[in-house]
């Protein structure tokens, strides 16, 4: 046979396996390993699997397979309470495995040496356990953990790169990062050994090495360009990404912080996640670098779905951070987005919150990933400016400054694209007085913040003054002309309501609306907001009962001005009737 032919058959071998049957689930050899070593293990009652259902497609708890649901991929048991040993021929023959996660339990004996075959795996997670003996052999790590063991011996060179601290508390362990071994030579001699005898086989292997080579570029090729028909490539701005995040975190992170758990501010997460699990198996980076960090997405035991967000350039203890942590995880309203935990190092701190599948504001009006693609009509655009009008005031109520409003950080729950929730709130005294605004949101801050990086309630009012008018304009800070100075955007706010043709303003989906006045009452409470002296602002308290009024109230006059002065906004005098009185705002 020819190895063009050889070549060509390897492909089609290779594209019927890309897309099997979907009734296909774990092979019998997988899952009667994963049947073995369950049965040896003894989890509690917690992690009972039901083996009448197919382990991938149910799942059973801490199992997750490949697209295909034929191979395990990912085995997280964390704190399940395992006892005993881990018999050869069960996780070893899991060969796909790229994910072990099963520290906190009470294992003992030996590490199985059939773990050196998992060539595939990445993250190794064994510590505070009872495991005993010597490392196994596993070249392809990325991540790894075996912390407070009573493991002994060499530690194996394909290990050696990771630091001190994933061998803590293991003081028979010898060799590189660690002490130097007594008979070191020895063993590594026997290593080269192996490796020249393997260097010996390759020699007959290079004729089918070239031909997988040639199947595997080709299959590359064509997956390629299915992959480019199937999905175009979407706008800039509006992608979201898909990685694996343990090389990101092995570029990113030390393996000290990659250790820590989570605390939890909310008894419906579980406790017993490390960050670097929560990352490490199949998490979803969402979008571009947000203002502290990158965010990701994930499924917890395939039932929840939270988001994790990384705060870069902490400057305050660690003693004032979990202070506030635990201020904002009392945060508890339908208005705002749920923080459930979080995790502090010296280089980089996590939050976990809620994650809101139908998307940011910033998303329906821009059109970024997330967005429900339909008409955002002003009914629409006027609940949600309530809806994150009455968070914020929520906030305010508890005694927290939001810091950081802005259309990205407003998102629609899933039963309703009307109904708003704010996040990101309280983070601003984090970093410092001193720090310079983010240059991302800058359009969107205060001018005496612009100054004085001193947030406050009337800041918040400003910030919300500039997102009114992003609903009524359709218009970003990021994405204004140099004309409109949004730097300094209650110039621009001041020469609007100028303009001989005012409907003009609006976002051309609304001319024309049967609301038209509403949208010009909007507008001058904009104005209000956006005032240069911050005590001409109202109160967010003020503001819910503004935007409640809205459908009632009676447009006279709407841009009589109050004096020559700009700074000072415009008079309103509410609707006297007393169906519009503001709804109390209780924390």
Known sequence: MSPVTIILLSLFILLHRVSPAPTEDLNEDEKNALLSFFHQVRPNPTYIW???????????????????????????LPAASLTGDIPLGTIGKLTSLRYLSLHGNHLKGSIPSDFSGLEDLKSLFLQDNFFSGKLPRIKALILLNVSNNNLSGPIPSSLSKFPESVFFK???????????????????AEEEEEEGGNKSKNKSKHLIVGISVGSGLLLLILVCCMRKMMYPQSKQGDIEYYVEAPALLAAGATTEERINKLVSLDDEIITNYDVDELLGASAELLGKLGSFGR?????????????LK????????????????????KMRNDNVVSLRAYCYTKNVTWLVYDYMSSGSLCAHLHGSSGASGRRFDWNHRLSVALGAAKGVAYLHASNVVHGNIKSSNIFLRQESDTHASVSDYGLSTL?????????????????????????SFRSDVYSFGVLLLELLTRKTPNKASSRELWNEFHIWVQSVVREEQKDEIFDVELRGDQNIQEMFHMLRITQKCVSIVPHERPTMHELVGLLEEMPRVEIHDWYRQSSDDPSKGYEYTPSTDTRGTPSTITP
Not at 50 to 76: F, H, I, Q, S
Not at 433 to 455: C, D, Q, W
């Open 50 to 76: 039901n083996t009448m259902e197919p382990p991938c497609k149910t799942p059973w708890k801490g199992v997750e397979c490949d697209a295909t649901n034929k191979t395990v991929w990912y085995l997280r």
């Open 431 to 455: 970093f410092g007085k001193g720090s310079p605004p983010n240059h991302r949101i800058s359009g969107y801050l205060a001018p005496e913040v612009l100054t004085t990086t001193n947030f």
């Open 295 to 307: 965010t990701y997405k994930r499924v917890v035991d395939g039932k929840m779905t939270v988001v």
């Open 310 to 329: 990384e705060l870069k350039d902490v400057v305050v203890t660690k003693t004032d951070f979990e202070s506030q942590m635990e201020v904002l995880g």
């Open 170 to 188: 293991n003081d028979n362990l010898c060799g590189a990062p660690l002490r130097p071994c007594k008979n070191e030579q020895p063993t590594t």
